[in-house]
């Protein structure tokens, strides 16, 4: 069985932010698969703020960059089509960190999972069942282990990661102060989240500003910190962090389209004074956690005690527009693109 | 009795270095003890990079600015010559965080500690068996963690803390990089100490400079790295951070006379992708601890597995020439202050 997949490459890698040129789709005729593979058709892709280090051909980091002779990669939700592989078999739906940016895949599927579109939507297997949740329940259960009554702090919050990251905090007994970069997403947190506070950080022109409002809202500092943005966030943060304060290192959007890369706060030595604490993590290092995460988050999804949010784009022509979306802030929650329907 | 005690005062709030003239010496009567007191003559005096954030009159810190109506204050061994408080006899010799900076010292004796000038000189409970002893052990067995066969990276080697954060950790089987600012600094610290490599950093230009040295002598990367120093040397090791790897960030005394402060490195963001930690510290932070590391650090002194080097001051009004040569580089080791002889 041949099948002709359509693919989506980088034309260059971009300098600054990636315009929608940037991208191209082309056809591809698939080999069959192999002793070991499977070949599947994607229902659904993922994009994901961390792509955009990939497209960056120096920068050492824990995944190589994309190459340009190559479609771009990344998480999907896909059903098998043929297989030779012995556990997975026809009509199985899987969740796996390739066969994204395309429409058709055909590979070894390794640390890929076979899920179920009876339990839950199978788009949530990219998003608060996925890694972005995996991410948010990891990040406060290792490393910012809050205890009830802290106030946490939380950047990107309407985003995919930021999102889920708030609502377990509520359920931990924190209390919550949102970053976010509109009114609408200020309004989605404090009505549908529950955070505390949401602040709309394009209400504040420098990291001066912002401090004053964590100030007020937080007056007995910032006891954690979940960081997906940088830049005046993390200052501000430091100005407040809490004696013995925790910061979860996650990501800093703000600084992924810099040409050139910005100073880091002025401030850092403010963690010696306050014997705080920075940790940087990427969500393969809490992979062997992943059962744990999911026990604990599936029923709170379930229970309706995590709500969630998906900004869906449609066909695999969109997902440029979607990528391009996390750093304009466009999505709410999590950017999925509909690349098929679930049943054919 | 009534004693007379010369005290050394802030003349003004200096803007960078402190110069000789931003210090002076008044002499002033002392009340007796009171209930609960004790009053004491100071045999040694310390002088440590803390004071120098002490000295700026509006930063808000772990311990309040110096005042100018008060004499400056500091780490101490002292011996009691009149005595209202029950654990204190005349003739004790106490160790403690206020006495320094003077000649006679009039006080309730919080969190000062009985020392025996038998076991170990006396000079040294400011050193390797006091405050920097306990910071630099602390920073490796709390923070830093290493395991045998790791890389640890040090900064401001030959330094107080330093030169014991060498040692504890060839100790624990690590491969050690010292950086230190003479070429009779890394000498010692490659002849007498031990450390593996010892880098001149007046010979790296740039933080790039730095991280070739550090990539070609941590091929592995830096496992550990403890923190003196800030500025260069951070962005460096976050250039060459392993996998993993831990800071612990105990000093940043490039900064601590800049009237602006820097920026921060432009790479913190590496923590992210190497999912290392940062953890800022200060030895107060574990002071809980003090009972472990002294049994562990004394015989260790005692057996000659650490060494120490003083640089020793004569007479109190040495000290502020003592206190600038910490950030001249002018001393190796523990900088002390002969205040009075031992016995009378």
Same mark, same amino acid.
């Given at each position: ?106 590979g070894k599927p390794e ?42 702090? $939380? ?55 912002l401090t004053k409002a ?52 002025y401030n850092l030595i ?41 900004? $869906? ?32």
């Amino acid at each position: 069985m041949a099948v002709t997949a359509r693919e989506i490459y980088l034309t260059r890698y971009p300098e600054g932010l990636p315009a929608p040129d940037s991208f191209v789709v082309k056809k591809r005729e698939l080999p069959p698969p192999q002793e070991g593979e499977i070949a599947v058709r994607v229902v659904w892709m993922s994009v994901d703020p961390y792509m955009r280090g990939r497209m960056n051909p120096n920068v050492k980091s824990y995944i190589p960059p994309f190459s340009l002779e190559e479609p771009l990669d990344g998480g999907a939700v896909s059903q098998v089509i043929a297989s030779r592989h012995k556990d997975f078999a026809i009509g199985d739906y899987v969740v796996g960190f390739n066969g994204g940016w395309r429409d058709h895949w055909v590979g070894k599927p390794e640390m890929f999972q076979k899920v179920d579109p009876a339990m839950a939507p199978l788009s949530t297997y990219l998003g608060v069942l996925g890694m972005p949740g995996l991410t948010a329940w990891a990040g406060i259960s290792q490393i910012l282990k809050p205890v009830e009554g802290d106030t946490m702090f $939380v950047s990107g919050a309407a985003g995919a990661v930021g999102s889920i990251v708030c609502q377990i905090a509520k359920l931990k007994g924190c209390k919550v102060i949102a970053s976010a970069g509109s009114e609408e997403k200020c309004q989605w947190l404090r009505d549908e989240l529950g955070v505390d506070i949401a602040l709309n950080y394009r209400d504040y022109k420098n990291s001066t500003e912002l401090t004053k409002a964590l100030a007020e809202h937080g007056p007995k500092g910032i006891n954690c910190y979940f960081e997906n943005v940088g830049g005046m966030h993390l200052e501000a943060t430091l100005n407040v962090i809490a004696f013995g304060g925790r910061i979860a290192l996650c990501g800093m959007i703000s600084q992924y389209n810099n040409a050139k890369p910005e100073p880091g706060p002025y401030n850092l030595i403010n963690l010696i004074g306050r014997g705080a604490l920075m940790q940087g993590f990427i969500v393969s290092n809490y992979a062997h956690l992943a059962l744990e995460f999911f026990s604990e988050m599936a029923p709170w999804v379930g229970a309706g005690k995590v709500k969630f949010r998906e900004t $869906v784009y449609d066909g695999l022509e969109a997902a440029p527009k979607a990528f391009l979306g996390l750093f304009s802030g466009e999505n709410t929650g999590k950017a999925v693109i509909r690349v098929a329907p679930d049943k054919v």
